[in-house]
């Protein structure tokens, strides 16, 4: 990449439909958790799904900008449900997110990226709290 040249942020909203998307994830205790997760993320952020990037379900969008001048926009939670998890994308800097994630259930963690294999073993509230503190 060229100095002073700014690559574009690959993951942006599209017109795709998040039911069609939903529709084709297999298996369906995954596909099933995703509607779980899709509804929680709509009723806490107040905000209609949508596709992000080809696998991405997001709500809402935020605007950031790094240190580096990096820039670009992202949901201001979300979720993919993924052939390994189901990732939830989840703001990684609220108070009490090493409490909760303890409390949660049996998840890996990534920067800002939380991998859980079902929701079946997961605290409800707990993941409740987490969205509602990470879109405050």
Known sequence: M????????????????V???LAKVTPEGRRQD?????????????EK???????IVGFGSCHYRYE???????????FSPRKAALVLYINACFPQ??????????VKTGAACI???TLAGLDRKVL?????QSLA
């Open 2 to 17: 060229a100095a002073g040249k700014k690559s574009a942020n690959k993951t942006r909203p599209t017109r795709a439909s």
């Open 115 to 117: 991998y859980v294999k």
């Open 68 to 78: 580096s001048a990096r820039e670009g926009d992202m949901p201001l939670v979300g």
């Open 34 to 46: 995703a509607l779980a997760v899709a509804a929680l993320m709509e009723k806490l952020s107040g």
């Open 128 to 132: 409740e709290t987490m969205i509602r």
């Open 49 to 55: 799904p949508a596709m992000w990037g080809p696998s």
């Open 97 to 106: 997110r090493d409490d909760l994630l303890a409390r949660l259930g049996p």
């Open 19 to 21: 039911a069609a998307f």
